[in-house]
């Protein structure tokens, strides 16, 4: 009995989603393609009494690898404005990442920058790639968003701000160029 409630529940919000969905696509039609270039910082941290990443995850041969072949972490890591963690908070980075090189550090990423502040509030950006850790600079591919950046495509670069491996605390800086409408 309980079932049809929660069932015609889950109906009407599809069918809202829909609604918003359809009348944004008819609207779009008239729309330009914008670029949009953001600046943030990612922080990371693996250790400690709040940990933002950790580990759900590994090879029985992770251990005996030097990459960490085999690794998987979750992150829910704040993005600030500045490099400092004190530095006004822009969002969220949440996701996963996997040790995925044999033969060097690179990362499977699979992450979503949500922002929880100032014009972009709500919406979020899709990034999909490899990391290459010990590169200076790293490429990955912005394959979709949200909200103001619904259908969204780009390029997103990371470079290593700081790192302290003993503390578990990594800074990146993230540049991004993002194409919606």
């Given at each position: 009995m309980e079932k049809?409630?929660?069932f015609l529940i889950l109906v009407s919000l599809a069918m809202a989603a829909a609604n918003e969905a359809d009348e944004w696509l008819s609207n779009r039609r008239q729309a330009t393609e914008k670029t949009t270039r953001l600046h943030f910082y990612h922080h990371?941290?693996?250790s400690g009494k709040n940990p933002t990443t950790v580990q759900v995850a590994q090879a029985a041969s992770t251990n005996k690898s030097p990459t960490l072949f085999g690794l998987v972490n979750i992150m829910d890591d704040p993005l600030t404005e500045g490099p400092e963690l004190t530095s006004k908070l822009v969002g969220r980075g949440q996701g996963l990442y996997a040790s995925a090189g044999l033969d060097e550090l690179s990362l499977l990423m699979v992450w979503t920058v949500v922002f929880n502040s100032g014009g972009y509030s709500g919406s979020s950006l899709t990034i999909l790639g490899r990391n290459p850790t010990s590169h200076p600079r790293r490429e990955m591919s912005i394959v979709g968003g949200t909200g103001v950046f619904r259908l969204a495509r780009g390029v997103l670069t990371f470079r290593t701000y700081f790192f302290n491996s003993s503390a578990g605390v990594a800074v990146l800086e993230v540049d991004?160029?993002?194409?919606?409408?």
């Open positions: 049809i409630p929660f990371e941290t693996t991004a160029v993002v194409i919606h409408f």
